[in-house]
């Protein structure tokens, strides 16, 4: 039996687990797999904080170089994260002939078709399963599960911080400011949540996803991305009365005229199983012109669901070289720039609108007729009020038909024209999807 010899670089909360899994089951996969892979070298800045998994001490090192260098190791795992090392680890890893594993979403949304071509010029793999939701194979999914079909919509909660903080302040009352604090207190946001809670992880994972599945390079600055801290306890309150649920949603839908990519709060039915998916979990809804629709929910984050996808990924690989079909599953769909990626003001969706108005007679007839003058359909409106004293603003909510972007964009011009006057500041936008 071929032994395949791996080397780690990253002995955090996903590299520990990694190492714990690699080492529980090598004796077993020599059984059921037939397959010897061994974990050769793990390297990190600090080998001394105990990481809670057994490690044997002579596998540890604070020289990658140990790993890079070493000419029996075929495949490189890379869990450092980050930009500039990873990137120059990946680098020489591959120009040394090694096969890569990384769950680095950021450094491929924006390093990915440098990396990946330089991996195919040097007929090497590079999977990165775990870049995409934790532990939800939808890589696998799109790269191979579903290469039949024509995917003609994702919808992604693929945001764990996120989704607890929407779930939080939904089931809980709590403000965003709260929610935050409580997902930090929890260790499901990072001290710096800035990634997580403005969209930026989710359109790593979005820029990822949709090049593989529309066979193009994408980049971030292709597509808009809003996060979540706008969000208020009364849209939250709001979206509940109207029947929908606030979720950050990665939104990738292909139509006739080219391809729409988004991320952002967005109301959806709370009916939906999408709404369904509560605090850290992730999910993805894709689907398929011939499969139909397929749900993939699970853990995003953590040790061992993560962990889970980058063992899948060194066995897939140590498949490969065992049957001399490194390359087999290319790392992207090189296709040519199919359709073109359509720009913020062509996305056709509906909206929320929250207004703070004044409540006096003809200030709804005002705000509804710069909707019904640039050629937005009304679907639903409430208003509330309260103890009110003179001058006081009452909120206002109106949710619209299906418009495109750049009609709204242009009502949210004349909005600001009212801004200090019958509105108090400029309307709350968000939008809403209903056909996932
Ligand atoms: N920080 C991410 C999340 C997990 O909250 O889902 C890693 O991408």
């Known amino acids: 039996m071929k032994k395949i010899n791996v080397g780690l670089v990253g002995f955090g909360t996903i590299g520990a687990g990694v190492a714990d899994i690699l080492l529980k089951k090598r004796e077993e996969w020599k059984k059921t797999l037939d397959i010897d892979i061994n974990l050769k070298k793990i390297a990190d800045?600090?080998?001394e904080t105990d990481r809670g998994v057994n490690v044997p001490k002579e596998l540890l090192t604070t020289n990658y170089k140990e790993i890079v260098d070493?000419?029996?190791?075929?495949?490189?795992?890379?869990?450092?994260?980050?930009?500039?090392?990873?990137?120059?680890l990946i680098l020489e890893s591959i120009e040394m002939g090694k096969n890569i594993v990384t769950a680095n979403k950021a450094l491929l949304a924006v390093y990915g078709k440098e990396i990946f071509d330089k991996a195919i010029e040097k007929k090497v793999d590079i999977y990165y399963d775990a870049a995409v939701a934790g532990g939800i194979p939808i890589i696998k999914v799109v790269k191979e599960a579903m290469l039949a079909n024509n995917i003609e919509k994702i919808f992604g909660i693929i945001n764990g911080t996120c989704n607890y903080i929407l779930t939080t302040m939904k089931n809980e009352g709590l403000s965003f400011e709260e929610a935050l604090k409580k997902a930090q207190e929890l260790g499901f946001a990072e001290a710096d949540p800035t990634f997580d809670i403005d969209g930026i992880d989710s359109a790593h994972k979005l820029t990822i996803l949709a090049s593989l599945v529309y066979w193009r390079e994408v980049k971030m600055e292709d597509f808009i991305t809003e996060g979540i801290r706008k969000i208020t306890s009364l849209d939250v309150k709001f979206a509940e009365e109207l029947g929908y649920t606030v979720k950050l949603l990665a939104i990738a839908r292909d139509r006739e005229d080219g391809i729409e990519l988004r991320v952002h709060p967005t109301l959806i039915p709370s009916k939906s199983t999408l709404a369904s998916i509560l605090y850290e979990f992730n999910a993805v809804m894709i689907k398929g012109n011939f499969v139909d629709e397929l749900l993939l929910k699970g853990k995003g984050a953590g040790r061992y669901p993560t962990a889970s996808a980058v063992v899948s990924d060194v066995i897939d690989i140590a498949r490969n070289i065992i049957n001399n079909s490194v390359g087999r599953v290319p790392p992207y769909h090189r296709g040519g720039e199919l359709k073109r990626i359509l720009p913020r003001e062509e996305i056709i969706t509906q909206y929320y609108l929250r207004f703070s108005s004044l409540d006096k007679p003809g200030v709804?007839?005002?705000?509804?007729?710069?909707?019904?003058?640039v050629g937005i359909s009304i679907k639903a409106v409430i208003q509330k009020d309260g103890e009110l004293k003179d001058g006081e603003y009452v909120p206002v909510v109106i949710l619209t038909?299906?418009?495109?972007?750049?009609?709204?964009?242009?009502?949210?011009?004349?909005?600001?024209?009212?801004?200090?006057?019958?509105?108090?500041?400029e309307p709350q936008i968000l939008r809403v999807e209903e056909d996932l």
């Not at 070493?70 to 120059?88: N, Q, R, S, W």
């Not at 709804?364 to 909707?371: E, V």
């Not at 495109?404 to 009212?418: D, P, R």
């Open 45 to 47: 800045l600090d080998i």
């Open 70 to 88: 070493d000419p029996e190791i075929e495949i490189v795992i890379e869990l450092v994260g980050g930009y500039d090392f990873a990137k120059k």
């Open 364 to 373: 709804l007839a005002k705000i509804t007729n710069i909707l019904g003058d």
């Open 401 to 425: 038909h299906k418009t495109k972007e750049g009609i709204m964009l242009k009502a949210l011009e004349k909005f600001k024209e009212l801004v200090g006057d019958i509105i108090e500041s």
